[in-house]
Every structure is written in C-alpha cells, then in structure tokens.
Nanobody
Framework: QVQLVESGGGSVQVGGSLRLSCVVSGNTASSVRLAWFRQAPGKEREGVAAIVDSNTMYADPAKGRFTISQDNAKNTLYLQMNSLKPEDTAMYFC?????????????????WGHGTQVTVSP
C-alpha cells in the first residue's frame, strides 16, 4: 500500500503562485509514476502533470506555468504553480502507480491522496 498526503493549497489572487506538496509513504517501490490531478465542482477529474524519474508530462493548461518535481530523499512530490488563473480553481490530488509510463489518465493510477483545495480569485 501507498499513502499520499497533499498540502500547500490555499486561496490566492490571479497571477499568484502556490507550491503543492505530496508526501509519499508506505510501499514507495509501488510509486514509480507520480502525478497531479485536479477536479473542479461539476467537472471530471483531469490530469495536470506526471513524472517518472526525471521525465515529465504536462497537460496543455499547465504547460509553461506549472512545474512538477520530486525529492526522492524526502519521498515528496511537488507542483509549483505560477501565473494562476481562476480556471485553476479545483481540488488537487496527487496519485501514484507502479507502471513507469507517463500518462495522465486517472484510471491508470492505483493510489490517491485526499486532495488539497486551490482557489484563485479575480
């Protein structure tokens, strides 16, 4: 089993920045692939960014503004979010899986955190 605990969400104004963190514990050998997803009210969960080793993948809305990274020594996944927009408002989740292929399909991730709320106001 893998446990994921997100933190770092909050309320910011348009153009602001936030850094989300996700601490990974348990059987970390099963968390080869890590990713961030988000879900806004009334919308489906969508992928934001994924990472396998040093390889990354970003969804179009995140490109150029968000950066995914990981600190293996701290078993922590990060998402640096800059130039935030109101449409970035959502619950953000980190996810993990054993399969080492970069994908942003939520159905391909076995382990999930409970989420951290990000709200961007005009």
């Amino acid at each position: 089993q893998v446990q994921l605990v997100e933190s770092g969400g909050g309320s910011v104004q348009v153009g602001g920045s936030l850094r989300l963190s996700c601490v990974v514990s348990g059987n970390t050998a099963s968390s080869v692939r890590l990713a961030w997803f988000r879900q806004a009210p009334g919308k489906e969960r969508e992928g934001v960014a994924a990472i396998v080793d040093s390889n990354t993948m970003y969804a179009d809305p995140a490109k150029g503004r968000f950066t995914i990274s990981q600190d293996n020594a701290k078993n922590t996944l990060y998402l640096q979010m800059n130039s935030l927009k109101p449409e970035d408002t959502a619950m953000y989740f980190c996810a993990a899986d054993l399969v080492p292929w970069l994908r942003l399909d939520p159905s391909t991730y076995a382990y999930w955190g409970h989420g951290t709320q990000v709200t961007v106001s005009p």
